[in-house]
């Protein structure tokens, strides 16, 4: 059974920053791409960033020059540096993996629960 796990979220002042963490257990062979993503009551879930094996990074234009994603391969983990947040990236955060569990088989993709970021003004 694979599982991914999120933590780090929380209430924040706009200005400050917050450090998102998300692990990957379970029986994995292999992971490709990891991302977050976001969705603020009312609106659509949608990218903040993903980063592929390597350096390939992906971001939305919204959070470009704030928040940096990373990962470690060795933890199967994903993070998520967040600066200079403002009352508009308050959201469920939501971590997603492309995985490929044991025994082999096909690319799956796995959510995590989400946790919560808010932002104060």
């Known amino acids: 059974?694979?599982?991914?796990?999120?933590?780090?979220?929380?209430?924040?002042?706009?200005?400050?920053s917050l450090r998102l963490s998300c692990?990957?257990?379970g029986r994995i062979f292999s992971i490709?791409?990891?991302?977050?993503y976001r969705q603020a009551p009312g609106?659509?879930?949608?990218l903040v960033a993903n980063i592929i094996s390597g350096e390939n990074t992906n971001y939305a234009d919204s959070v470009k020059g704030?928040?940096?994603?990373?990962?470690?391969?060795?933890?199967n983990m994903v993070y998520l540096q967040m600066n200079s947040l403002n009352?508009?990236?308050?959201?469920?955060?939501y971590c997603k993996a492309n995985i490929r569990p044991?025994?082999?088989?096909?690319?799956?993709?796995?959510?995590g629960q989400g946790t919560q970021v808010t932002v104060s003004a």
Do not use: C, H
Request: proline content about 2%; glycine content about 10%.
């Open 32 to 36: 490709n791409a990891m991302g977050w």
């Open 102 to 111: 044991l025994p082999l088989s096909a690319l799956y993709r796995y959510w």
């Open 1 to 16: 059974q694979v599982q991914l796990e999120e933590s780090g979220g929380g209430l924040v002042q706009a200005g400050g």
């Open 66 to 75: 704030r928040f940096t994603i990373s990962r470690d391969n060795a933890k």
């Open 23 to 25: 692990a990957a257990s």
């Open 87 to 93: 009352v508009e990236d308050t959201a469920v955060y």
């Open 43 to 46: 609106k659509q879930r949608e």
